[in-house]
């Protein structure tokens, strides 16, 4: 590591060897995507740690999603379960709104329970209505309640081009999004939430019913082929409809490598799994990911004013990646920016700068700099011990 001083931030320069890739150049934002001949209406291939889009087709035209619409559910979902409003144990009876759901569905009936877990899992794997729009009511305590959390978490994703009417997809008047916003909320969902694949990899399973004749079980089957057709496919939601025709959400790990392919408006089934397919091939073949320091690396250290102690280490607070396409060498440089001096007291994870990285000599991404534990203020005994200490140096 060097290092050397620039105005009134200390400059480390750290190389990140962890990953050197032959002939590798920087992508830069979806503006530099360029287009596929794509059998849909529009379409999308983007890399979710990154946000960068690989391949664009009228990205940003509205059109209706189908089931697609779910996966912003799931996204509230999870969120709702994170934040403690609900729990995936909880118990949730079914109104007669939800049981009336038509399209894809498990046949709940009214007055049923079922958990969220396995609410959950039939709106994963067997894109159920009905499972969806119980589990809405029971979290915004109406479906109309709950619509409005997914246009706000819209609007909080920058989901500019996206009006939800309901929880499920059904065709409705207004309900709309683009492949570019359908590809922004898949990246949250599997990003912040990635134990969504436990579900969405699920070929078949069971849930039981229970209702008042007894109980008895049902079968899910999943409605994402290429769960077992596509090596590396994780997910993630498939939805057709008369107004949407044929749409996917469809998510692939390879060599550490994750990428989201949107299609909108396939003429028919096959035909949007074989385009969601030819995206994804194209993204494997052509492009690799590279990465930053790890969340939690400590990079430096900061020197603390009367604070308990003298200086504190500090580290990376998020991964940051970068996607390039095959072909040049590179390495991803960080370099990182630390202020002059931290003033106590200051919490654990107080920002202390931000680690820029670098490749071919232009910005790919950055992270901010945090401390690694809490500093407080010194009291008397400190600065007595501090003292001693430098005049026992002389």
Known sequence: ?????????????????????????????????????????SAVLMEPSSGIALLEQNPHDKFPPASVTK??????????????????????????????MGGSQIFLEPLEQQ??????????????????????????????????MMNNKAKELD????????????????HMTSAYDIALMTRELITKYP?????????????????????????L???????????????????????????????????GMDLVSVIMGAPDSKTRFHEAVKMLDYGFANFSLMKGDEAGKIIDAIKVIKGNVEIVDVSVKSQVSCIVPKGKAGTLEGKAELLDALNAPAAKGSKAGEIVYYFEGEEVGRSDLVT???????????????????WLKH
């Open 221 to 255: 089957s999943n409605t994402n082929k290429l769960i077992k057709a596509y090596n590396g496919a994780t997910g993630l939601k498939t939805g057709s409809t008369s107004q949407a025709l044929f749409c996917i959400s469809a998510t692939a790990n390879r060599d």
């Open 71 to 100: 996966i912003m559910t799931l996204l509230l979902i999870y969120e709702s379960v994170e934040r403690g409003k609900i729990k995936w144990d909880d118990v949730v009876t079914v109104s007669d709104h939800a049981a009336s």
């Open 372 to 390: 690694c534990e809490e500093v407080e203020k010194a009291r008397f005994g400190d600065t007595m011990k501090r003292v001693i200490k430098d």
């Open 115 to 148: 958990t969220v877990r396995d609410l959950t899992k039939s709106v994963v794997v067997a894109s159920a209505n009905d499972a969806a729009v119980a589990l809405a009511e029971f979290i915004a305590g109406s479906e109309d309640g709950f619509v409005l």
């Open 1 to 41: 590591m060097s290092v050397f001083f620039k105005g009134k931030k200390r400059i480390a320069v750290i190389m990140a060897a962890v990953v050197t890739l032959m002939n590798a150049a920087p992508v830069f934002g979806a503006e530099s995507a360029p287009s596929l001949n794509v059998n849909a209406r």
């Open 159 to 174: 989901m500019n081009n996206t009006n939800f009417i309901n929880a499920c997809g059904l065709d409705t008047d207004g």
């Open 195 to 219: 134990t969504i694949y436990d579900y969405s990899k699920i070929w078949m399973d069971t849930i039981t019913h229970k209702t008042a004749r007894g109980e008895s079980e049902f079968g």
